[in-house]
């Protein structure tokens, strides 16, 4: 029995030995292999990703700057450089020898910190009196003469979940000999501006400044008469009033295989004119075009919907209140699958307006975003300037139906200018002069060839809203680390982006921007919740029915008056209906209470055992088994 003890534990540390070496030469023949178990697999590299290493028109240098000796007591900072590190591992590997790793300790006053400051990162100190971190990269392509350099100066914690779009946009971009050219046409200051009141420049909107990113942008004015074939993409905002010269050179762009996003508004909140003339016309629409392209846009109508209406804060000591007019989207509200939408969240419309395709149209009309079905159009004239927003809720009666607020249209179609180049009549005419090419003795206008229809199917997304671009719907500047750093709230943003990634041609990026969230929700807690919440919802809508009803007969009883004018008092039978109603009140309350109180305690139940699965029982079923292995082996030996 001793011999037998004594080689039981010399087995145990032979086995031992046995695991280590095993572990050893594994990590050393198998540095690369990992197993993603995951269910989006979000640590496993994206076919998108492969795509944009496989198609990078020139090879890159990654480096990668990590203060790996400043950070020796900051385990989470170090733990999120590895994820890092990891994942352009991963990169450098699909690459097969088009991008190149580099991996630097920027110690404090050595040459790899000046290079990281050449670079432009970000030394950032985590704690008072501690040495400075370095925590990011640059990504350079290309000679000296033509070098593309991309920079993250500090990788930021709230990014996470963005790592791997971060870092092949970066290759992407760094990649492009030319970056693909956007014109834009807006009558808003959506690329910036000048402030006349503080003769500063204003600064673009947020969008703008991811969108330059990723694209050289080209503004043109409202009223062009030619857009350039250099132009990859033609993005139209607020297209209010253009003259129909413009509307002819967007026809023919169009055409000719130009691809458009164009943002129309039955109401746009930053218009101009909204400041300048209180109750002017604030709409945008393409009117000829769209009756080509088989599409029907109201302007006088917004789409107000109680289902998707955000809370809004009111006035100081009152409730807030729904919003019939700025909606928040979720992905319940995605059409038809497409690449634009993508897996994003939350998309915040203000006073959007709806498309329908028109009767007879040649096209195919392709909802992207929708309505809720208790949504229904209201006019215009309702938030105006002066309109009590609350209003909104008065007469507000559902359709039913869900409104498409963006789309994408696509088929062949004819010229909105059958009559070739249109003459705008006065000071902003909106009639076609007929046919220009008549000759320029009939109305002035040069000679040139125009085509009368497509040469291929056009490809157009057009969406109902264009306030959902404005900064305060869906972005936050905050402090970090004494930086202004812009935090997302909503995905409109991203959607944008999306948006013209797609129209350009550039879909891998939107697949790898439109992965998974790291941070995934509790699905089973979030429908208890909801069930939860309904009930809860329910009881107080009876309670509230019961208030008015009560309220009026109160009303009723305090209004009695005898045939002199004087009040009559209240009789034993009323004062009995009155202590039945407060009683009556108190038992509802008690209910809600009681409905409250086992939403919470579901979810702490639910919240226990999800611990004890996770704490204690997979490893306890561990640990049972490799006793049970254990157990049969030495019987096994026994024997």
Known sequence: MKSNRLFSGVGLVVVAGIVLVSTVIFDRLFTNARIDLTENNLYTLSEGSRNVVAGLERPVDL??????????????????????????????????????????????????????????????????????????????SGDRDEQSKEVVPFFQPDRQELLEYDIARMMYQASRVKKPKVGLISNLEINGGFDMMRRAPKEPWFVMKQLGQLFEISELRDDVQDIDADIDLLVVVHPKDLPLTTLF??????????RLLVFVDPFSERDPMGAQQPGADLSSTLPKLFDAWGVVFDTTHFIGDYQLALQVSSEQGQAP??????????????????????????????SAGYLSPAEGATTTFKPLLLSSE???????????????PKDLAKGFNPTGEQYVLAARISGAVKSAFPDGVPVDEGDGGTEAAGDANKGESDNNAPNKEYLTESTNDIQVMVVADSDLLTDRLWVRVQAYFGQSIAQPFADNGSFFVNSVDALSG????????????????FTVVQEMRHQAEAAFREKEEQLQQQLVSAEQKLVALQNQRDDSGNMLTLSPEQEAELTKFQDQKLTIRKQLREVQHQLNQDIDNLDMWLKVINIALVPALLTLFAMGFAMYRRRTRVL
Do not use: C
């Open 63 to 140: 480096f990668f700057f990590f203060s790996k000796t400043a950070t020796k007591d900051a385990l989470a900072w170090r733990n999120y450089a590895k994820q890092v590190r990891e994942l352009l591992e991963e990169f450098e590997l699909a690459s097969e020898g088009n991008v190149r790793l580099h991996v630097i300790d920027p110690e404090p006053f050595s040459e790899e910190e000046d290079q990281a400051a050449e670079y432009g990162l970000e030394a950032v100190n985590l704690a008072v009196g501690a040495d400075p971190v370095y925590f990011g990269m640059a990504v350079i």
């Open 249 to 258: 050179a967007i026809d023919q762009f169009v055409l000719r295989g130009g």
């Open 506 to 521: 550039s879909s891998d990026l939107i697949s790898i921007r439109s992965r998974g969230r790291f941070i995934r929700p």
């Open 374 to 388: 208790y949504a229904m159009p209201l006019s215009v004239a309702k938030i105006a300037t002066g309109k009590d």
């Open 321 to 350: 209140f729904k919003h019939l007019a700025i909606l928040q989207l979720t992905d319940a509200n995605h059409g038809e699958k497409d690449i634009t939408t993508g897996q994003l969240e939350s998309l915040n419309f203000s």
